[in-house]
C-alpha cells in the first residue's frame, strides 16, 4: 500500500469525468428543433395570409356541393349563405395557424434551451416536438383547409419534430448530459 493517493496501484482506475465539447448530436438537435419551430411558425403565417382566398374556395365548393351549381356560380352570385361559410371556414383555419405558430414559438424555445442538455429541457423539448408534429400531421393531411406550400412545409415540420425527438436521448447527448451535471 503507499501514501500517494494517485499512484498506480495495478488496479483498474476511474478517469474523470468532463462535460467537454458540445457532442454534434446535440447541435444537430437543436438544429432540428430550429427548422422544425420554424417550419410551423411559417405554416401558421401562410394559413393566415391565404386563410381567405383558400376559405372562399373551400366555402364556396362546399354550398355547390350541396346546391347542385358549380363552384364559380355560386361564388359570382355570393349572397348571405356563401358568406356565413366564409366566415366559418376562415374563423377554422385561422385557428389552426394560431396553434401552429404558438407550437413553433413553444418548440422554438426549448429547442434553444437543449444547448445545455439538461435532462428536464429534453423531456420538455420531446413533448413540445411530439405536439408539433401532432399539429403539422393535422395540417399536412388538411384536404380542405390547405395549399401545396402549406402541405409540404408541414410535412416538413413533422420529419424534423420527430428527428428531434430521436435526437434528444440518443447515447452521446445522455453521457453530455451526465458529464455536465458533474
Not at 474523470?16 to 432540428?32: D, E, F, K, N, Q
Not at 351549381?69 to 385557428?95: C, I, M, P, R, W
Amino acid at each position: 500500500m503507499t501514501s500517494y493517493p494517485h499512484a498506480a496501484t495495478g488496479l483498474p482506475q476511474a478517469s474523470p469525468v468532463t462535460a467537454g465539447s458540445r457532442p454534434g448530436l446535440l447541435l444537430g438537435l437543436v438544429g432540428a428543433a430550429v427548422v422544425s419551430a420554424l417550419a410551423s411558425i411559417i405554416d401558421g403565417v401562410l394559413l393566415f395570409v391565404g386563410g381567405r382566398d383558400m376559405a372562399l374556395d373551400v366555402a364556396a365548393q362546399t354550398i355547390a356541393s350541396i346546391t347542385g351549381a358549380s363552384a364559380e356560380a355560386v361564388k359570382a352570385d355570393g349572397g348571405a349563405l356563401l358568406q356565413a361559410a366564409l366566415d366559418e371556414v376562415q374563423g377554422t383555419l385561422a385557428v389552426r395557424g394560431g396553434v401552429a405558430v404558438f407550437f413553433g414559438v413553444v418548440l422554438l424555445f426549448w429547442g434553444l434551451l437543449a444547448l445545455r442538455g439538461a435532462v428536464w429541457v429534453r423531456l420538455l423539448l420531446t413533448l413540445a416536438a411530439l405536439t408539433n408534429a401532432g399539429v403539422a400531421l393535422r395540417l399536412a393531411t388538411d384536404a380542405e383547409g390547405g395549399t401545396a406550400a402549406i402541405h409540404g412545409v408541414a410535412w416538413l415540420a413533422l420529419v424534423t419534430g420527430l428527428v428531434v425527438v430521436v435526437l434528444a436521448w440518443l447515447p452521446p447527448v445522455n453521457r453530455y448530459a451526465k458529464a455536465r451535471k458533474v
